[in-house]
């Protein structure tokens, strides 16, 4: 009786798992190899918590193993994942004895009006002593760039881009600049920049092909010390100052507010002077509020360039009163997100919300 309950429970779990995971019918499933491999993905997609056990021994103790920039993967379990979007396995692909990487496909469920996107996401699988784990992108398709040295900086080129050492060791040399200003201590080891000339080159590492809903054009991993770009111009400012600063709050008003501040927006392109008067103006034509700006309703959530002023703002105004300590005390405060940044400046400085509301409008208009 106990037997014939377990092969009916495992029935169910797989059942389940089919249900979470449908496999393209271009994909051959005939060999074992590949039926262990649409297996091994279907348990990772049926996990109810994020964990690292299935990726590659070498992330054993980390807590950030997923170099995955869509901040979906972070913000649910695999499982819970497979309950938003509708997955299909749509490559499948054996590269050696030990390497192989697969393709997910991610159709989100329809909203209100019926629309969706899709997302689709490349990971590896490494087959280490006789088991299968996960693994990044990065170590496998970074191989095409050309890695040039500096003090500072270590960048890996597109095999597209020609840049001079010369414009290299500038850059170098503008990041202990910032480090500086930023009063950061030395650097322990040099930073790695890798330098996209278009954005499958820039997908490839952070494991995603497509990104419906939205596009990076550069991110910095602040744990492993990594910085891409899509990006010819060795002096990326706004992200050296992610790198120099290293992981802090999950707060895009601090993390954001602060790059934005020193390092402009639009690679570089648009200075953080020049971005309060583009909000100034936003804000003059009725467009933009401090409610809006502050719940990022304003042109996207992550990608508009006003909000991300509107946080160099509420960062500028923090510096200016109460120096830049104090702003690091908050950075490095792992209980401030997004969500709550401001009731813990409230909490912190003993200012209400419309006296915080008239002081850093006063930064804008």
């Not at 899709?118 to 490494?126: A, E």
Request: net charge positive; glycine share 6%.
């Amino acid at each position: 009786m106990r037997k014939i309950f377990t092969i009916l429970l495992l029935f169910f779990f797989f059942h389940q798992l089919q249900a979470q995971v449908h496999i393209s019918d271009k994909i051959d499933t005939t060999s074992q190899k590949a039926k262990d491999f649409c297996r091994f993905i279907k348990v990772y997609m049926g996990q109810d918590t994020t964990t690292n056990k299935l990726w590659h021994p070498k992330y054993k103790n980390r807590s950030f193993y997923d170099y995955n920039m869509d901040w979906l993967w972070n913000r649910y379990s695999p499982k819970k994942f497979a309950t938003k979007f509708d997955l299909q396995l749509v490559e499948l692909q054996s590269i050696n004895d030990t390497l192989s990487y697969f393709k997910l496909l991610a159709r989100s469920k329809p909203d209100k009006e019926g629309n969706t996107y899709v997302n689709i996401y490349k990971y590896y699988i490494v087959n280490k002593d006789g088991n299968y784990y996960l693994d990044n992108c990065k170590a496998y398709d970074s191989k095409l760039f050309v890695r040039y040295e500096t003090k500072n900086i270590h960048f890996y080129l597109s095999p597209f881009y020609t840049i001079s050492k010369k414009a290299m060791d500038r850059a170098s040399e503008s990041l202990d600049s910032i480090r500086k200003i930023l009063k950061r201590p030395v650097l322990k080891q040099p930073i790695e920049y890798y330098m996209c000339s278009n954005e499958g080159e820039l997908n490839n590492l952070a494991n995603i092909i497509i990104w419906g809903n939205g596009g990076l054009t550069g991110f910095t991993n602040n744990v492993d010390g990594y910085i891409v770009g899509i990006n010819n111009n060795p002096s990326y400012q706004h992200e050296f100052i992610h790198a120099v600063l290293g992981p802090g709050a999950n707060c895009f008003f601090l993390q954001e507010g602060i790059a934005t501040l020193y390092g402009g927006t639009d690679k570089g392109k648009t200075t953080y002077i020049k971005g309060i008067q583009e909000l100034k103006t936003c804000y003059n034509s009725g467009n933009c509020s401090f409610d809006k700006l502050y719940a990022r309703e304003v042109n996207g959530k992550y990608n508009s360039a006003l909000t991300y002023t509107f946080a160099a703002a509420c960062c500028n105004y923090l510096i200016k009163q109460y120096g830049i300590n104090f702003l690091y005390q908050l950075y490095y405060d792992k209980s401030i997100t997004s969500d709550n940044f401001l009731e813990k400046v409230m909490l912190k400085t003993g200012k209400s919300r419309e006296d915080l509301k008239k002081v850093i409008e006063k930064e804008i208009l």
